[in-house]
């Protein structure tokens, strides 16, 4: 154990830049959504097939994904599960059909949000960004008094340089928590924004003990009844 780490007309320039992943291989959606994300001063990576969007999606390279329900004749049900099953926890919006089932079963798959293809830019560009504010991933980094969190690449660099690698869950629990410095993060809320398909209460709680073990006693303070935060050191994000 380590020692303790005490897309349509500009409607708006944003001031972060969020890094949308498109993945269709219908090219009016490909056209209207670069139009919508690029007018809006944001990035638009567009893949046309299943497998290079999940090999996208596991590099962590973007922030929302947008995933058309018909990719491949319907597919794009089926590659939701599998985001899921590897773990991505990047958010997804999924493009569905006006059908309510079809909606219910993009969200039952693993979404996070789902509209309608026809839903207008302004909404769409809305829920994007109320996706990204409420992501685990949205910070670079998450500074432990001397020693920081990459994020994106999971891994804990300590002030003599050596390195500690997180699971994914263990990095969203300290991103989540590093998203807020300071303050106290329920555990019903982490549950729902890290662990949205595991019911056992206790989940959070096994992982807070994962980190402990890795990184020292200190990483996380427990808030008894309450739930956690980042430990007693100065924290902040980048």
Do not use: N
């Not at 985001?83 to 309510?100: E, Y």
């Not at 993009?106 to 309608?116: E, P, R, T």
């Not at 001397?146 to 997180?166: F, K, Q, Y």
């Not at 992982?207 to 073990?213: K, Q, T």
């Amino acid at each position: 154990m380590r020692g303790s780490v005490s897309c349509a007309p500009v409607l708006d320039r944003p001031r972060t830049v969020i890094r949308v992943l498109l993945i269709t291989d219908d090219p009016g959606v490909a056209t209207r959504l670069d139009t919508t994300v690029t007018g809006a001063g944001h990035a638009l990576d567009q893949v046309p097939d299943a497998r290079t969007g999940l090999d996208r999606a596991l590099s962590r390279g973007c922030d929302v994904v947008v995933l058309d329900r018909r990719l491949q004749a319907g597919r794009g049900l089926e590659l939701m599960r599998k985001l899921r099953r590897a773990q991505v926890l990047t958010p997804v919006i999924m493009l569905a059909d006006g059908d309510v089932r079809d909606r219910v079963a993009c969200l039952q798959a693993g979404a996070d949000d789902c509209v309608d293809h026809l839903t207008e830019s302004e909404e769409l560009l809305a829920r994007l960004r109320a996706l990204y504010r409420r992501s685990p991933y949205r910070t670079g980094t998450v500074h432990l008094g001397a020693a920081r969190v990459d994020v994106p690449r999971r891994l804990v660099i300590h002030e003599d340089g050596t390195r500690t690698s997180l699971t994914v869950q263990e990095c969203a629990v300290i991103a989540v928590l590093g998203a807020e410095p300071g303050r106290v993060v329920s555990r019903a809320r982490l549950q729902a924004l890290v662990f949205p398909d595991r019911h056992a209460k206790s989940i959070v709680d096994t992982y807070v003990y994962h980190l402990r073990r890795k990184l020292g006693r200190e990483v996380v303070t427990t808030v008894h009844s309450v739930g956690y935060r980042l430990g007693h050191v100065p924290v902040r994000m980048s």
